[in-house]
């Protein structure tokens, strides 16, 4: 009879033991996207370790199970495969992109009986926010929708109407232009160009065409969907080209590694980040006002969380401080909430339950976080940010800076 | 100088050996390569014709319900996975209006695409500046109402697969061709080794008719036309020999 009871604190469901609990993370830890895995992965170590070093998680440390996937569907497939099937993690936290994800959702609807979930994404694109696979992701950040919406009332409301979009060739590309598209139409509006890139163009790559193209549209403001090193591409060319317009990012793409590459090397970095405008999911991490981000300012410090040694094939020197590394941050802040909410017997059956008991939660960024089953996204706001004195800065006013 | 002008008649009859050798084997490698383009180009282009249209009538019916829920990211996610197979260059879907909404042209959607009818389901061949030449094959979303899927397939390919099966077809026949080249010239030398046996008997007792069948028995012992034809020259020998003498002509030993 005793033997069909668990013994406390042994280990109640995979992923989970006496003493730890793991958690799966693929992401793009190579590649020209590298700088977002490593970002999001060096902000949540932050928080774990601080937790494990407080004893973890009613005695269970957190342990982040880590495979590179350099932002490619077919690696990222495979390592999900490997978490899933052989590491048998509790669940799967932090992946990176909307084509890689995209890919993986359909894997945790075939294994469903499992009941492995997929935590806060670092990707804003729809398809783990409806049905048929929303019932097996948790969302904490705003959707590329929300991202583009805003960007799109405030580019409209201070008359720039004509909306052109540069974009990646796939999923994620098609989800910011889905929204921007979405987001004119009240308005009476429609995307006046656009154009393309592959996924895995360098910054090193050219983009004379893509600006010729949009261009050609004569547009009010460009938003792009993409990731740093081609949208920082994108900008170097558009103001070469003089194609002098607002040109808005959302936060996908990693806003210090694009300021980072645009003004590396130049006198004249100025000249090309006058324009620009990104959108972003979390609050700026200056302003350390904000308790969330203070703690955040003051771990980072402490642990200095660097990138698993195993996955760095190529050289990347981590920021002090980035929205990504932040967002990892606060990713782990919530999932350490429902780890701990789970009890001391940790039941994967039990997560959803656990997720959905967060209510009204006070993560320490002024917005409160819920969830539900009409709600699988915790965060809803958006902010704005520009560069000043080569850093980025909150946006007071659209008008005073692009009117 | 007489045997000088019998060598030149051996080889020139070689001569036109080898060139019947090289015109039958031109006439086959010709035919044969001919019928493998129009084979291989023709098979090839239905099979990738009919492999695209299956592409885009796969893609139409798994587009209703995204479609339908306006989910374009995974509309975009679903096309992404086929451009990849080989053969298919690129990928767009339009709406029942003419929009655009999903694609995976890259640096952006060329003008002869952009301004043409997105609503045809009509099989078209296109030349597209920068990107090749293709033939673009159409399916209809739900009877056409929800849009329609267009799949190009690169006929750029279809050619480079001409191209190496025709290598692959001129190989094998140089191959045979020089063999058989060869075969010829043995085969021509080894038919040809007993005529220039009778030719040096013939020269041999033209000189010397006293010379007789010495040295050549092997030759007239032959059960051949080279033996007869040797046998035959002898008998016209010795008879001019009794004619001269006036003499009764001796019956041949060998009969």
């Not at chain 1, 460009?222 to 990731?227: P, S």
């Not at chain 1, 040109?247 to 590459?261: H, K, P, R």
């Not at chain 2, 500046?129 to 690169?154: K, N, Q, Y």
Request: aromatic share 10%.
């Amino acid at each position: 009879m005793g033997l069909c009871w668990p013994r406390p604190g042994a280990a109640s469901s995979s992923g989970v033991t006496d003493g730890e609990i793991v958690l799966g993370m693929s992401a793009a830890f190579s590649g020209p996207s590298r700088g977002l895995g490593i970002e999001l992965f060096r902000g949540a170590s932050a928080y774990f370790e601080h937790v494990n070093r407080q004893g973890g998680v009613r005695g269970r440390r957190i342990v982040l199970r880590t495979y590179d996937d350099g932002y490619q569907p077919d690696p990222s497939v495979k390592n999900t495969m490997t978490l899933m099937l052989e590491d048998e993690v509790f669940s799967l936290f932090g992946y990176v992109g909307t084509p890689t994800v995209t890919r993986v959702l359909p894997m945790l609807k075939k294994f469903q009986e499992r009941r492995i979930y997929l935590f806060f994404p670092f990707t804003g694109a729809q398809p783990q926010r409806e049905p048929p696979y929303g019932d097996f992701a948790f969302n904490l950040r705003a959707s590329y929708r929300q991202e583009t919406a805003g960007l799109v009332q405030n580019f409209v409301g201070i008359g720039r109407k004509r909306i052109a979009v540069f974009y990646q060739a796939d999923a994620y590309g098609r989800s910011g232009w889905a929204g921007v598209r979405r987001a004119l139409k009240p308005f009476g509006e429609r995307i006046v160009g656009e154009a393309t890139y592959r996924r895995g163009s360098k910054f090193t790559g050219i983009m004379r065409d893509q600006v010729e193209i949009l261009k050609a549209a004569r547009p009010d403001a460009v938003i792009c969907i993409g990731a740093y090193a081609a949208c920082a591409a994108f900008l170097r060319d558009a103001v070469d080209l003089g194609l002098r317009v607002p040109i808005a990012n959302v936060s996908f793409v990693g806003s210090e590694n694009l300021l980072n590459l645009i003004t590396q090397g130049r006198d004249d970095g100025k000249r090309y980040t006058e324009l620009l405008v990104n959108s972003q999911v979390v609050p700026s991490y200056h302003d350390v006002a904000i308790p969330a981000v203070g703690q955040y300012q003051e771990l980072m410090a402490r642990y200095d969380p660097q990138p698993p040694r195993e996955l760095l094939r190529e050289d990347y020197t981590p920021f002090s401080h980035s929205f990504v590394s932040l967002e990892g941050f606060l990713n782990a802040k919530v999932m350490v909430e429902i780890l701990d909410r789970l009890g001391d017997r940790p039941e994967r059956s039990a997560l959803q339950d656990a997720v959905f008991s967060i209510r009204d939660f006070d993560l320490g960024i002024g917005e409160l976080v819920s969830f539900g089953p009409e709600r699988r996204q915790g965060l809803q706001k958006v902010y704005y940010t520009v560069v000043d004195e080569g850093r980025f800065i909150p946006l007071d006013s659209w008008k005073d800076r692009f009117g | 100088m007489k045997i000088q002008l019998a060598d030149m008649k051996i080889q020139k009859l070689f001569r036109k050996t080898l060139f019947g050798v090289f015109f039958l084997f031109g006439v086959i490698g010709v035919s044969t390569s001919v019928l493998c383009i129009y084979t291989v180009d023709t098979h090839l282009s239905e099979e990738y014709e009919s492999n695209s249209r299956d592409i885009a009538k796969t893609i139409a019916d798994a587009s209703v319900d995204i479609l339908l829920n306006r989910n374009l990211t995974a509309l975009q996610s679903l096309i992404d996975q086929f451009v990849e197979i080989q053969g298919i260059s690129y990928i767009y879907i339009t709406s029942e209006t003419g929009e655009f909404l999903a694609h995976t042209f890259v640096p952006g959607i060329p003008e002869e695409i952009r301004t043409g009818d997105p609503t045809s389901t009509v099989t078209v061949e296109r030349s597209l500046p920068g990107m090749g030449d293709f033939v673009e094959v159409a399916s209809p979303i739900l009877v056409g109402v929800a849009g329609a899927v267009h799949v190009g397939m690169d006929t750029g390919l279809v050619a480079l697969k001409v191209q190496r099966a025709i290598g692959q077809q001129v190989y094998l026949i140089s191959i045979i061709f020089v063999v058989g080249i060869l075969a010829a010239i043995w085969l021509v030398g080894q038919a040809s080794r007993p005529v220039d046996g009778v030719l040096a008997f013939a020269v041999k007792l033209a000189r010397d008719r006293k010379a007789d069948s010495k040295g050549s028995e092997k030759l007239l012992a032959r059960n051949d036309e080279a033996g007869e034809l040797a046998r035959l020259f002898l008998h016209f020998s010795r008879a001019m020999d009794r004619d001269k003498a006036g003499g009764i002509p001796q019956p041949d030993p060998k009969g």
